[in-house]
């Protein structure tokens, strides 16, 4: 039997303005999809992020809850924020929760999206330059802290050489992503970092943190990029799960728990971020825009 169109949209995440932040398509599945339909629809697509919401709860439920799989272009991924912001944002915004609470059961355990005022939002931004539709309204979401370990190798210089022969200041890894953490001796060497996405392929682990302090001029208080070639993503725009590392990693250095994030790609992106230590929680808060809207025929 012929299955039916499949809704979708594309969601710019982490920040206010249409073709920034970090894109993620967000589609709608009102029946089961198999894995080769999953993974070639996110080859179609082709951004850092495509992911697939199935609705678990009845749509009167006081907690609705969403089964929620995230897969890059060439595989499925245990953990993404640009896109769970984008698939809370799209709920919240189109009116097809009635709650500013959702649950999403996923690879990492249910993670719960709350729709939160913005207090910044001012009608003179409630649409952005290049017009896409800002509701004025925040989506928070609470994450697990993902920590890090010592990292003890002999490819160091090759993890530098990849980085286009940059300082590695501090270098760990994560524990459940397998990611290199690396800080780098300021945000400028961030910023301005040109990394080898040849030579990534071939260091340890899954991709490349790299972060530092931000100038303090600029209104941040660390900033960050994430290479993850391997995973057909060069450079993910805005890294909602790297920040489940960068958050701790940052407490004990900055001696506090609340900061604003920013990722330097060239799309850029602003993430809020607050660290929950007691429950071992990372909570992080930003804007998103609707750019696009469709349906999916095969």
């Not at 080859?43 to 609705?64: H, K, M, Q, W």
């Not at 355990?109 to 330059?129: E, F, M, R, Y």
């Not at 993910?236 to 920040?243: F, I, K, L, N, Q």
Request: proline share 6%.
């Amino acid at each position: 039997m012929a299955k039916g169109p499949v809704k979708y949209f594309v969601v710019d995440g982490f920040t206010n303005s249409a073709f920034k932040g970090n894109p993620a398509a967000v589609c709608l599945l009102e029946e089961e999809r198999n894995e080769e339909w999953l993974q070639s629809l996110a080859g179609e697509f082709n951004i850092a992020v495509t992911c697939y919401l199935t609705r678990i709860t009845d749509p009167e439920s006081a907690t609705p809850r969403f089964r929620l799989r995230w897969f890059t272009p060439v595989a499925e991924i245990e953990l993404c924020g640009h896109a769970t912001l984008g698939s809370a944002h799209i709920l919240f915004a189109t009116g097809l929760v009635n709650s500013d609470i959702i649950e999403f059961d996923t690879l990492s355990g249910i993670l719960t999206a709350k729709k939160v005022p913005d207090v910044k939002a001012t009608d003179a931004s409630s649409k952005s330059q290049n017009g896409g539709a800002h509701e004025g309204f925040l989506v928070e979401l609470n994450f697990p802290v993902v920590p890090t370990t010592e990292f003890n190798s002999a490819e160091v210089s090759a993890i530098s050489e990849a980085l286009n022969g940059a300082s590695l200041i501090d270098i760990k890894r994560t524990t459940t992503s397998d990611d290199l953490f690396i800080v780098l001796p300021s945000g400028k060497h961030v910023m301005e970092l040109q990394p080898r996405f040849d030579a990534i392929q071939k260091c340890p682990g899954r991709g490349i943190i790299v972060s530092s302090v931000a100038p303090p001029e600029s209104g941040f208080d660390f900033i960050s990029r994430f290479f993850c070639p391997k995973y057909g993503v060069n450079e993910d725009p805005v890294c909602g799960s790297a920040h489940c590392t960068l958050t701790p990693y940052w407490s004990q250095k900055l001696g506090k728990c609340d900061f604003i994030a920013y990722a330097a790609s060239p799309r850029g992106g602003i993430i809020n971020v607050h660290l929950d230590e007691q429950n071992q929680r990372v909570l992080l808060r930003g804007n998103a825009v609707t750019v696009m809207e469709g349906c999916v025929l095969v």
